[in-house]
């Protein structure tokens, strides 16, 4: 079945650092791919999204390219703030009839340091 | 425009009771989606409704079940609790039912299972 992985956490990282965090993810047909953030006791928040291949998806300084011959998703930023600790998730959303289910990465704590 | 609502925030229940979780979904949605969110990992898809009917389920048995109301607004009912259903509940709604709309989530109930 569908399924999504990403890079293991935590991330640790100083202020103004360089930000990569991996997924990939198998599936079949073309998911729309997804990443969501979540801060310490606080639900999901759409970060960005892509739904076909080359699309590149973009937010608050984030990036992500949909890369269907590597089945990837990374998340990039040029300059993360101490402001972006969080838990981030990749998804991919599964459309199987007209019920669309999202399947999530068991997400990337990230920690910046002032 | 109203975004996605939970009630309660928090709650705490034994094992063997029955528990409601509300949502109110964002603003002209709706399709709402229930996921699963255990300590440390990815949300897990409960199901979904549309049209006050369930629109697709996950892997998870009867005694999660759920209504979909006239105004879109959702509940979740847990029946016979046991220790393994302590999670953050979230609540996702989207636009349609194509299976390729982008859910947008809630802030969760926070569920303990004594």
């Known amino acids: 079945g569908d399924s999504v992985t990403q890079m293991e ?3 640790t990282l100083s202020e103004e650092a360089f930000l990569t965090i991996n997924c990939t993810y198998t599936a079949t047909g073309y998911p ?6 979540q801060y310490p006791g606080e639900g999901l ?8 291949a080359d699309d590149k998806g ?21 300059s993360v703030q101490v402001s972006d600790s969080a838990v981030y998730f990749c998804a991919l959303l599964h459309g199987s009839g007209n019920t669309g289910k999202l399947i999530f990465g068991q997400g990337t704590t990230l920690q910046v340091k002032p | 425009e109203t975004g996605v609502t939970q009630s309660p925030t928090h709650l705490i229940k034994t094992r063997g009771q029955q528990v409601t979780l509300r949502c109110s979904s964002q603003s002209g949605h709706n399709t709402v989606s229930w996921y699963q969110q255990a300590l440390g990992q990815g949300p897990q898809f409960i199901f979904q409704y549309y049209r006050e009917e369930e629109n697709g389920r996950g892997n998870f048995p009867p005694r999660f079940s759920g209504l979909q109301f006239p105004n879109y607004s959702s509940e979740l009912n847990v029946n016979a609790l046991e220790l393994d259903d302590s999670a953050l509940y979230l609540c996702a709604s ?3 039912v194509t299976g390729k709309e982008t859910q947008y989530f809630g802030p969760g109930t926070r569920l303990l299972v004594l």
């Open chain 1, 9 to 11: 956490g935590p991330v």
């Open chain 1, 32 to 37: 729309s791919l997804f990443w969501y953030v």
């Open chain 1, 45 to 52: 928040q759409l970060l960005l999204k892509a739904t076909k």
């Open chain 1, 58 to 78: 973009s937010n608050k300084g984030f990036e992500a390219t949909y890369r269907k011959e590597t089945t990837s998703f990374h998340l990039e930023k040029g």
């Open chain 2, 94 to 96: 989207s636009l349609g």
